[in-house]
Nanobody, 123 residues
Framework: EVQLVESGGGLVQAGGSLRLSCAASVFTFDDYAIGWFRQAPGKEHEGVSCINNRAGIIYYADSVKGRFTISRDNAKNTVYLQMNSLKPEDTAVYYC????????????????WGQGTQVTVSS
């Protein structure tokens, strides 16, 4: 199973930006589609975005479309989530995970979650 570590979260004012990173420790990183998910307090996990192994398929939830950009650097075994024009409703713990990725959605592979990275957007 691929091991992933999220970083880059923090506290930002509404309208600000953050870039999250997802670093993988696996030799065959470019075999995996990677998804970003988030969980706000009291809510279920939500699929935010995903990118398939060759970046030919990219998905964004409607709530982040036009504001978030996902990308990957297979040479660095890293997937990024650039988050612009942040809103208070984006406040959540963000997780990356190996995922099924198609142009209309994403779902996580496996049952466990990593530690995630906290994103807090103040109004």
């Amino acid at each position: 199973e691929v091991q992933l570590v999220e970083s880059g979260g923090g506290l930002v004012q509404a309208g600000g930006s953050l870039r999250l990173s997802c670093a993988a420790s696996v030799f065959t990183f470019d075999d995996y589609a990677i998804g970003w998910f988030r969980q706000a307090p009291g809510k279920e996990h939500e699929g935010v975005s995903c990118i398939n192994n060759r970046a030919g398929i990219i998905y964004y939830a409607d709530s982040v479309k036009g504001r978030f950009t996902i990308s990957r650097d297979n040479a660095k075994n890293t997937v990024y989530l650039q988050m612009n024009s942040l809103k208070p409703e984006d406040t959540a713990v963000y997780y990356c995970a190996a995922a099924h990725c198609w142009d209309r959605g994403t779902s996580k592979v496996g049952d466990s979650w990593g530690q995630g990275t906290q994103v807090t957007v103040s109004s």
